[in-house]
């Protein structure tokens, strides 16, 4: 099977190695402005959806995946921070309380289309504004959803987690790798 990982997450792709050494990343082109959907967890659904078939159109023999997470408190959505302030603000509110966080993938391969939400609850401990202040100097908040990278520093924020540990990284191997097994 020719896999093709739609994402040029580094954490994505160390996470499709688990699975199989063996694939190509290709991203696609889609604007994610673009893209609406009516709650969190079929936004990130949609989201992986066009990345895949963005890229799978002109791979028809092939196997890809594509994916997108976001995270969501009491119904906002949390992407990628804009900016610092965006990330103080996103942790801040963050702080404290539960969170969960959506990872969709799509599974591509000619007409064959599989596609899921994942989700997982994090719990973050009450946060100072001097952790929030070094944890975003440190550079780490803005290419993640929500502002935190769970296996990085933000592990020392982490009260609790409901769920799959690897979807809060953006890729819940093992629902991946059983999806999989629908295209031997």
Known sequence: MK???ASGSPRRKKLLAMITPDFEVICSDVDEKA????TPASLAETL???????????????????????????GEVYGKPADHADAVRMLKNLSGTGHQVHTGVCIAQGEKIVSFAATSTVKFYPLTEQQIE???QSGEPFDKAGGYGIQGGAALFCE???GCYYNIMGFPVSRVALALKEFL
């Open 3 to 5: 896999i093709v990982l």
């Open 35 to 38: 893209i609406s959907a009516p």
């Open 48 to 74: 992986a959806k066009a990345k895949c078939l963005a890229v799978a159109k002109d791979y028809p023999d092939r196997v890809v995946i594509g994916c997108d997470t976001v995270v969501e408190k009491d």
């Open 134 to 136: 070094e944890y975003v």
């Open 160 to 162: 609790g987690i409901e």
